[in-house]
């Protein structure tokens, strides 16, 4: 496992199958930002927003997609819905075939 502290909140992880990143505010540590670690990492991406504050979410994340097709939003129903990705209330749960979701209040 690989981990990468990315500002305030937000950190990457890198698992054995995914790399998972988690409320990407902005970006101070890495050498061509997200994008260039995604490229990097070559697997898929799930990428996921805690909630709408701005210091958590940053509509720039939906950019992502454009060059990288494996990527998957998982959003709290807080931010305003968003086209292609999936939008989960506290206690939730997301099940698909390679992991699980479980939200949190």
Not at 15 to 37: E, Q, R, V
Request: include cysteine; aromatic fraction near 14%; glycine fraction near 6%.
């Amino acid at each position: 496992m690989k981990v990468w502290y990315l500002y305030h909140s937000g950190v990457a992880v890198r698992t054995g199958g995914y790399l998972l990143i988690f409320d990407y505010w902005k970006n101070h540590t890495l050498t061509g930002g997200i994008p260039a670690l995604i490229q990097k990492e070559n697997c898929p991406v799930l990428v996921f927003c805690s909630h709408a504050h701005d210091d958590h979410f940053n509509p720039e994340i939906l950019q992502w997609r454009r060059n990288f097709s494996k990527v998957e939003y998982i959003l709290s129903d807080d931010i305003a819905s968003q086209t292609g990705c999936t939008m989960l209330s506290s206690g939730a749960v997301l099940s698909r075939p390679d992991y699980t979701v479980r939200t949190f209040a």
